[in-house]
Nanobody, 125 residues
Framework: QVQLVESGGGLVQAGGSLRLSCAAS????????MGWFRQAPGKEREFVAA????????YYADYVKGRFTISRDNAKNTVYLQMNSLKREDTAVYYC??????????????????WGQGTQVTVSS
């Protein structure tokens, strides 16, 4: 089992940057595939990015591709989401998620077994 804690959210102006972190407990973090999702008020939770356990494969939603970068440091039990060129529509609570079983449906919430509590990102114009 793994516990996840996100941090790094906040208020930023449009065009700015933020880096989110997700710290995981447990000695087997390196075996987990990780994902970032987000949920805006009144909307469904949606996929943002995912990274395989080795860090060798990354995946992005079209609406963040080229602006966001997911990475991980298995020695620090941490996954990151670097967010650049932020837009107002990026405003949401961002969640990290983990699964030990890789699925080609990495963009589905149900593919993940563990979730953090979320961190708020607010982008102002």
């Amino acid at each position: 089992q793994v516990q996840l804690v996100e941090s790094g959210g906040g208020l930023v102006q449009a065009g700015g940057s933020l880096r989110l972190s997700c710290a995981a407990s447990g000695r087997t973090f390196g075996r987990y595939h990780m994902g970032w999702f987000r949920q805006a008020p009144g909307k469904e939770r949606e996929f943002v990015a995912a990274i395989r356990w080795s860090g060798g494969n990354t995946y992005y939603a079209d609406y963040v591709k080229g602006r966001f970068t997911i990475s991980r440091d298995n020695a620090k039990n941490t996954v990151y989401l670097q967010m650049n060129s932020l837009k107002r529509e990026d405003t949401a609570v961002y969640y990290c998620a983990a699964t030990i079983l890789y699925s080609s449906s990495y963009y589905y919430r149900d593919a993940y077994d563990y979730w953090g509590q979320g961190t708020q990102v607010t982008v102002s114009s």
